[in-house]
Nanobody
Framework: AVQLVEFGGGSVQAGGSLTLSCAVSGDPNSREAMGWFRQAPRKAREGIAAIYRGVGETFYIDSVKGRFTISEDNAKSLVYLRMNRLKPEDSAMYYC????????????????????WGQGTQVTVSP
């Protein structure tokens, strides 16, 4: 099993930056790929970034490409999401998730593929 705890959310003005962290514990073989998802009120949860553990290969959806960066620190068992040039439409609850194999790229953004989830951390971006 894998346990995930997100932290680092908060309120920021448009154009600002935040870094979310996801503390990871448990079976490393069950977290070959890690993803960040977000869910705004009355919207479906969407995958926005993913990384292959230990390899460092990263993936992004178009709306965050160039603004967000996913990274990992395996020594500290942390996965980060650095968010720059934030927009009001980035406001959402952000979740990290883990899956036990390196999903092919399109499936990395599908929530149904992930087995383990954190409880989420709120990000609010004001105009």
């Amino acid at each position: 099993a894998v346990q995930l705890v997100e932290f680092g959310g908060g309120s920021v003005q448009a154009g600002g930056s935040l870094t979310l962290s996801c503390a990871v514990s448990g079976d490393p073989n069950s977290r070959e790929a890690m993803g960040w998802f977000r869910q705004a009120p009355r919207k479906a949860r969407e995958g926005i970034a993913a990384i292959y553990r230990g390899v460092g290969e990263t993936f992004y959806i178009d709306s965050v490409k160039g603004r967000f960066t996913i990274s990992e620190d395996n020594a500290k068992s942390l996965v980060y999401l650095r968010m720059n040039r934030l927009k009001p439409e980035d406001s959402a609850m952000y979740y990290c998730a883990a899956v036990s194999w390196k999903l092919p790229s399109p499936r990395l953004f599908s929530e149904r593929e992930y087995r383990y989830w954190g409880q989420g951390t709120q990000v609010t971006v004001s105009p």
